[in-house]
């Protein structure tokens, strides 16, 4: 069956609309901010394509987390649309000989879309990945329910880990910080998208935290240190772990596992509450082991978010991370 077949094709928005909602869309979350996604509309389709320039290497030679940070955007856009009137009909992973054509996109009219809608699309700028020592999350038990059902309606199990795997997850993390800190070629990777100035892309270097920061955390990806700063005092981290899995281990099921992320960051983000996402606990097999001996149920652990809520007394929100110019990523034709 044809993309033409899959997806419905009769309306489409305006390339005016299309380029202001992929601006918007790109805010999405991915792995060292590397924006792997290339997006083109030909006036009835937008199509979603993974940037294999944009490919970690060291750090995901399958494209695991490629495919998830695409799938974030990919949500970031379909709620983006839902907000102007449009409905997203998604063909996942349409073509088989062209394994890096993640996802075509029809239209149609949407009247009366979900009122969480709105509230999402209005956290997407508000949305920052915080690294730092967390309060606990606010409002938590009458939350989880609804992160559950926001990533079982994209068959993705979320499970929230008891507060004794911590320390074995913040092990873990001091274990792989050691392991690939014997791999020149994954530091290299690193060094090259964490803690660079001036660049529209990567971790700039007001989004690390100094290594007397990180340890109050625990559980997090080893980024370069950032400068010297006991920001949040001598706070410990009380931010809850939840676990991302699915099944199979698949690109289309990478989608889903973004596009469920997406759903439960913006959710955390509409409700005032900071995240902060580690795709790098999975990245190894002991990761995963480990994880999904802690949930103890059906599916390949993804992703681990960090949840919490960030001191009412601190100051501003840092800045924004940069973003590529939207004709970067977004072709006509």
């Not at 911590?166 to 290299?188: C, I, K, N, V």
């Not at 103890?296 to 949840?307: E, F, L, N």
Request: net charge neutral.
């Amino acid at each position: 069956m044809s993309v033409n077949d899959d997806v419905r094709g009769c309306p489409a928005p305006d390339p005016g609309t299309v380029s202001a909602v992929i601006e918007l869309a790109a805010r999405a979350p991915s792995v060292h901010n590397s924006q792997p996604w290339r997006w083109r509309f030909d006036g009835i389709h937008l199509n979603l394509f993974a940037d294999a320039e944009r490919l970690l290497s060291a750090a995901d030679p399958l494209g695991r987390q490629l495919v998830i940070s695409c799938g974030a955007m990919l949500h970031h856009v379909q709620a983006a649309f839902a907000d102007r009137g449009w409905h997203t009909d998604i063909v996942r992973v349409p073509q088989a000989k062209r394994p890096d054509h993640l996802a075509a996109i029809g239209f149609r009219p949407w009247v009366d879309p979900p009122p969480e809608i709105r509230a999402h699309v209005r956290a997407i700028t508000r949305r920052r990945t915080d690294r730092l020592a967390l309060l606990e999350p606010s409002g938590w038990e009458d939350l989880v329910p609804r992160l559950r059902e926001l990533a079982a309606a994209r068959d993705v199990r979320l499970d929230v880990l008891a507060e004794s795997a911590r320390p074995r997850l913040a092990a873990l993390s001091r274990e792989y910080a050691t392991l690939r800190g014997h791999d020149q070629f994954y530091d290299l990777e690193l060094h090259t998208w964490a803690g660079n100035s001036d660049t529209r892309d990567g971790v700039p270097p007001a989004a690390l935290v100094s290594d007397a920061e990180f340890a109050r955390v625990g559980v997090g990806r080893v980024f370069p240190a950032g400068p010297r700063s006991t920001r949040r005092g001598p706070r410990t981290d009380h931010a809850r772990l939840v676990v991302l899995s699915a099944l199979p281990d698949s690109v289309p099921q990478w989608l889903r596992i973004g596009e469920a992320l997406s759903a439960v960051l913006l959710e955390c983000a509409a409700a005032g509450l900071a995240t902060c996402t580690l795709t790098n606990i999975t990245e190894l097999p002991p990761g995963r082991d480990l994880l999904a001996s802690l949930i103890g149920g059906p599916g390949i652990p993804q992703a681990v978010i960090r949840i919490g809520s960030a001191p009412p007394d601190e100051a501003a929100a840092s800045p924004l991370t940069p973003r590529r110019p939207v004709t970067d990523i977004l072709t006509f034709g």
